[in-house]
């Protein structure tokens, strides 16, 4: 299981190769209370992503290296694992589906990966992938479900706790729980007071509906603003439900109108590009959509990436 001395080696492992992300004052939404905003949309691959991935390559052997990687992505993981392959001298290529908008497949091409379109969605790609992997015995470097990957999520955390010692509420954009897994171990292992706030999109939210059933739960994978938060955890899920069952104190849900105003306020009120995904959790505090909300709050502001023809039209 992973521990706490686990994401601090990993944070300690990963740091020559990421951006200590800036943690910052939300003037606007610090109306009798503080609120604070861990900016991963300033991370190197603009997400959070590249933490994880970069823990996962660093735990291979050379052997493993020398094969080569491969992963399933919808865009942010893609950059992440194909930056931190380039920059580690590791080959690795990229499956994802014909639903991925085409600025994210030149995006990860651009940064040295190999990208290959298959299925209909990501859980085609996804088998295709999981099959390949075993048939050739090469590295699949999962966006969430594994060990290292959350590890490596979790140094977000590590740097939110010592960047604010006095926070009492986070809150996280989830999909596959790696990352709000990672984040809520790093706090409530050290911090265990800290409430963790899950925030997703009303249009096909795995782990709320996973969570909601007592077991991983398949959903449709609908178009959505928060198009990084879709798809499934997986019904083999190994690690991250169990994390959020034992450390989500609150999940809410966003639709779409709101993800949009949350893109147009982040670059209003704060001057941040932000993805769909990043938009959700400011918008908790901002209407107030949790009870679990307390006096010294964290929003992680989670990527950067999104189409810029589609950040216009949202701003305009």
Request: with cysteine.
């Given at each position: 299981m992973i521990n706490l001395e686990k994401i601090k080696q990993a944070h300690?492992?990963?740091?020559?190769?990421?951006?200590?992300?800036?943690?910052?004052?939300?003037?606007?939404?610090?109306?009798?209370?503080?609120?604070?905003?861990?900016?991963?949309?300033?991370?190197?691959?603009?997400?959070?992503?590249?933490?994880g991935a970069t823990n996962k390559l660093l735990s291979l052997d050379n052997e493993q290296k020398q094969k080569g990687v491969i992963?399933?992505?919808?865009?942010?993981?893609?950059?992440?694992?194909?930056?931190?392959?380039?920059?580690?001298?590791?080959?690795?290529?990229?499956?994802?589906?014909?639903?991925?908008?085409?600025?994210?497949?030149?995006?990860?091409?651009?940064l040295g990966a190999k990208v290959e379109i298959i299925g209909n969605n990501s859980d085609e790609a996804d088998l295709y992938a999981k099959k390949l992997a075993k048939e050739k015995n090469i590295t699949l470097v999962h966006p969430f479900d594994d060990e290292d990957v959350i590890a490596g999520q979790g140094t977000v955390g590590l740097?939110?706790?010592?960047?604010?010692?006095?926070?009492?509420?986070?809150?996280?954009?989830?999909?596959?729980?790696?990352?709000?897994?990672?984040?809520?171990l790093a706090i409530k292992l050290q911090k265990p007071s800290v409430k963790i706030i899950a925030v997703s999109m009303e249009r096909g939210p795995s782990m709320f509906e996973s969570l909601k059933n007592g077991k991983p739960t398949d959903v449709e994978e609908l178009?959505?603003?928060?198009?990084?938060?879709?798809?499934?955890?997986?019904?083999?899920?190994q690690y991250t439900?169990?994390?959020?069952?034992?450390?989500?104190?609150?999940?809410?849900?966003?639709?779409?109108?709101?993800?949009?105003?949350?893109?147009?306020?982040?670059?209003?009120?704060?001057?941040?590009?932000?993805?769909g995904a990043a938009a959700t959790a400011v918008m908790v505090v901002k209407d107030n959509m949790?009870?679990?909300?307390?006096?010294?709050?964290?929003?992680?502001?989670?990527?950067?990436?999104?189409?810029?023809?589609?950040?216009?039209?949202i701003i305009s």
């Open positions: 300690k492992a990963i740091s020559p190769y990421i951006n200590r992300t800036p943690l910052v004052l939300s003037n606007y939404l610090s109306k009798n209370k503080i609120v604070k905003l861990k900016l991963e949309s300033l991370q190197i691959t603009n997400s959070f992503k590249l933490r992963a399933v992505s919808t865009g942010n993981h893609g950059k992440g694992v194909a930056y931190a392959a380039s920059v580690l001298g590791i080959q690795s290529t990229i499956y994802m589906s014909s639903m991925v908008p085409q600025y994210r497949k030149e995006a990860i091409e651009a740097e939110m706790l010592e960047d604010f010692p006095d926070v009492d509420t986070v809150i996280i954009p989830t999909s596959g729980g790696g990352l709000i897994g990672g984040i809520a178009e959505t603003l928060a198009d990084c938060l879709g798809g499934s955890i997986g019904l083999d899920n439900f169990k994390i959020a069952q034992e450390t989500i104190d609150d999940f809410v849900l966003v639709n779409e109108n709101k993800i949009a105003e949350g893109i147009k306020f982040n670059f209003v009120e704060h001057k941040l590009v932000t993805e949790s009870n679990k909300l307390g006096k010294n709050i964290i929003s992680l502001i989670c990527g950067g990436n999104i189409d810029t023809k589609l950040f216009n039209k």
